[in-house]
């Protein structure tokens, strides 16, 4: 059982609408990272975290942004949804150190109509 | 730029026949290798991870990798094939600096037909 929840699974949302996708651990991981996949596409990083009120832009551009206020929470915003935002998007996390994996979240589905 | 080439993009095998996915990463400093599995619907699961030592690594499920430093080559195996494994298999190389971001691969979707 993965202890990273993104909220919500699944979003249909009409063209212009600002929306939050939410992403928590519980496991006090300091890096916390979100990946961008399309579908049969491989998976790109957007923004990552160092730890709280760090944040990082990713390999791939994009038109969100994130904050990571507390250490449990990275939540991504979009200010003005477009259709090339439909996508699924990933949040992982991983402690500190060399020798470490990662832990997924089960993503959210982003359809922008 | 670092990258990750999975060079088998769709597989299709009938069960019990063995398995081979190939992976290549171009990074030449240290590097954390690992393999991942999504099946259909489901979040990605790590299968195995090398971090060190014995280059022969065994994951979940009877898969295991081979890291072979002088080829960047990280390939998974699987001697006998279940119709459950039918799912997408994704390559990955963490960046040894302080993100450890990983790179991953365009993917390996895998069809096994019973």
């Known amino acids: 059982e993965a202890d990273i929840y993104q909220t919500p699974r699944y979003l249909v949302i009409g063209t212009g609408k600002k929306i939050t996708l939410e992403c928590s651990q519980t496991?006090?991981?300091?890096?916390m990272y979100w990946y961008q996949q399309d579908p049969g596409m491989e998976l790109h990083l957007i923004h990552y975290s160092y730890g709280v009120n760090s944040t990082e832009k990713g390999d791939l551009s994009s038109e969100s942004t994130v904050s990571r206020i507390r250490t449990e929470h990275f939540p991504l915003t979009l200010e003005s949804a477009r259709p090339s935002h439909t996508s699924q998007y990933l949040c992982?996390?991983?402690?500190?150190?060399?020798?470490?994996?990662?832990?997924f979240g089960s993503g959210t589905r982003l359809t922008v109509v | 730029a670092q990258s990750v080439s999975q060079h088998n993009h769709h597989v299709i095998l009938s069960e019990a026949a063995s398995l081979e996915l190939g992976c290549n990463y171009s990074?030449?400093?240290?590097?954390?290798l690992f393999w991942y599995v999504q099946y259909p619907g489901q979040h990605l699961q790590l299968l195995l991870k090398y971090f060190s030592g014995d280059p022969l690594v065994k994951g979940i499920k009877g898969f295991e990798a081979e890291f072979i430093k002088s080829k960047f080559s990280f390939n998974l195996r699987k001697p006998s094939v279940q119709w459950s494994d039918t799912a997408e298999y994704f390559c990955?190389?963490?960046?040894?600096?302080?993100?450890?971001?990983?790179?991953f691969g365009s993917g390996t979707r895998l069809l096994v037909r019973p």
């Open positions: 496991m006090g991981h300091d890096k």
């Open positions: 990074y030449g400093g240290t590097v954390n």
């Open positions: 992982a996390s991983r402690p500190n150190g060399r020798d470490y994996g990662y832990t």
């Open positions: 990955a190389v963490s960046v040894m600096d302080s993100s450890y971001k990983l790179i």
